[in-house]
């Protein structure tokens, strides 16, 4: 039972980091790339509130102003991410800022191009959390992956440290005895969509 599975549960929000303009993909922005005949994005959006995550905010960024006609955002808070070449850290501090003033005692981050990763993976982590300082992620094989769990008292130090493609890195590192790891290997696939023979796995 996923952690927003109750009204007396914690609020856990979804945030998920959408904005990635596909580089290696010959400019293709990840949110829109088909999925079962529908943009991905829709699809990280499902994951996330299947698991039980409420609210859900997408950061969007590539092609921002496609993706919000394109894709059936309903119920979301959707932000926009001017900087999002600078890297995923820029998309991260905007998703923690647009939660500020939501009562999320956490936030779980996934990525959109991880179709492999489904709701319930998702909510094995949520159900990890435990308070406000909660620091938790996936596991794939021992080895630390998405989606990961950020309680709310951790935020300012993310955000103040989130830089170019490090995202998070640097909190999870100067945290890393603080840490706990979710194994998730057993039912989810931690894959990436980045270039083009990756694209099969959409199929």
């Not at 900087?83 to 956490?106: C, K």
Request: a neutral charge; hydrophobic letters at 45%.
């Amino acid at each position: 039972m996923s952690a927003n599975a109750h009204s007396d549960a914690p609020l856990i929000a979804g945030l998920l980091l959408a904005a990635g303009g596909g580089r290696r993909l010959g400019g293709r922005p990840k949110a829109l790339l088909p999925y079962r005949d529908r943009p991905l994005v829709e699809n990280a959006v499902r994951v996330l509130r299947e698991a039980g995550c409420g609210p859900v905010h997408v950061v969007l960024g590539a092609s921002a102003a496609e993706v919000r006609e394109r894709a059936d955002l309903s119920g979301c808070v959707v932000v926009d991410n001017p900087d999002w070449a600078q890297g995923m850290g820029s998309s991260l501090r905007v998703g923690l800022t647009s939660l500020a003033g939501t009562g999320a005692r956490a936030a779980l981050v996934s990525l959109v191009d991880q179709p492999g990763i489904g709701p319930a993976a998702v909510a094995r982590v949520l159900r990890a959390y435990r308070s406000p300082t909660s620091l938790v992620a996936a596991s794939y094989a021992g080895e630390r992956g998405h989606p990961v769990l950020f309680g709310a008292d951790r935020w300012a130090d993310i955000a103040a440290t989130a830089t170019g493609d490090k995202g998070a890195r640097v909190h999870l590192a100067r945290h890393a005895g603080e840490l706990m790891l979710v194994e998730c290997a057993d039912i989810a696939e931690a894959f990436d969509i980045d270039t083009p023979p990756d694209l099969a796995r959409l199929l």
